[in-house]
């Protein structure tokens, strides 16, 4: 099986980056509308910064589908 390293500095490296960034801050969801407003903006934005690469809308949007999923599943246990 093949493997393949990123070059530093290539887009997909820092794609990768911004994205670890994002799941670090936005991990635990927040009830706050300064919360989901903020980071819909960060996320929005990441998927604009890496247009051209179709993977950083999937992460983007799957990223916004975790934290909503798992923000209804802690308030359902409430």
């Known amino acids: 099986m093949a493997g393949v390293k990123f070059q530093k500095g290539s887009p997909e490296w820092y794609m990768f980056q911004d994205y670890w960034k994002l799941c670090q801050k936005y991990w635990i969801p927040e009830s706050s509308d300064e ?26 949007s799957v990223l916004v589908t975790t934290l909503d999923s798992q923000y209804r599943k802690e308030a359902a246990q409430k």
């Open 35 to 60: 919360y989901w407003d903020q980071m819909n903006v960060e996320i929005s934005g990441f998927m604009g910064k890496y247009e051209d690469i179709a993977l950083a809308r999937e992460l983007g």
